[in-house]
């Protein structure tokens, strides 16, 4: 492969070539699906919380269902991001699609039913995301794994993109839409249904650990460590954060 001559750096691979690998295509496919369910989830969640807080203050409540998810896996993710340990990518896919698809599935239909109560709704968001933030990263590494190093500028875009696109526009925008027309009940539902389409992408196309890479702790640095040895990962962490 030729290298640019001013940078000396190989040519990067568009986003056109990245997606003409199928396994690759239909990752990110069904990573787009789930987090257009995910930005439904934003506004259906929220509205759904206004109608059964009871007792609990209003405002107390959408932050209660919005925010809980989400402190909830930091621990997980702590532990495998500053320690030694690594995950493997498939497993982590495949038990966060399931956990999540099931639990959305599940708050769905009890909301449709009428039976479903603040509590349970907080408990079961809380449940089902414990390995959320630890799923984002599993995508990211299985997508990254899937091309040579020329590609993978081009899979951190699409990513990035996806996010952008699926959960922040595309996501809400639905959600209003099934809201208006139905209620918040039905756009659990859809969320649950968006995650089996990630549960079937990472059965599909990622492949499993080879053995002795999960958990695997004998020649890897710690998450410490690498931040000791590169202080620009802690500048960029706090950036981004």
Request: proline share 5%.
């Amino acid at each position: 492969m030729t290298t640019d001559p001013v940078t000396g750096a190989e040519p990067q691979l568009s986003y056109r070539q990245v997606l003409r690998d199928r396994r690759l295509a239909t990752l990110l496919a069904g990573d787009a699906i789930s987090k257009t369910g995910d930005g439904a989830s934003f506004v259906g969640l929220p509205l759904l919380a206004l109608q059964l807080h009871g007792s609990v203050p209003a405002a107390l409540a959408v932050a209660l269902v919005t925010g809980a998810p989400l402190v909830a896996p930091v621990g997980l993710n702590l532990y495998f991001g500053l320690g030694r340990r690594r995950f493997d990518p498939r497993l982590v896919l495949l038990i966060d699609s399931s956990v999540r698809a099931v639990m959305f599935l599940v708050l769905g239909a009890l909301a449709m039913a009428g039976t479903l109560e603040f509590g349970l709704l907080l408990g079961l968001l809380v449940a089902g995301s414990v390995v959320r933030l630890l799923s984002s990263s599993a995508r990211r590494l299985a997508a990254v794994e899937m091309v040579d190093e020329d590609g993978r500028l081009a899979v951190n875009g699409l990513l990035g993109t996806s996010d952008n696109l699926s959960m922040f526009v595309v996501g809400p925008a639905l959600g209003g839409l099934v809201v208006a027309l139905h209620g918040p009940d039905l756009v659990l539902v859809l969320n649950g249904v968006s995650y089996l389409a990630m549960l079937a992408a990472a059965a599909l196309v990622v492949p499993r650990a080879r053995r002795g890479e999960a958990g695997d702790v004998t020649e890897v640095s710690s998450g410490w460590a690498i931040m000791r040895r590169m202080p620009v990962v802690v500048r960029l962490a706090l950036v981004v954060f």
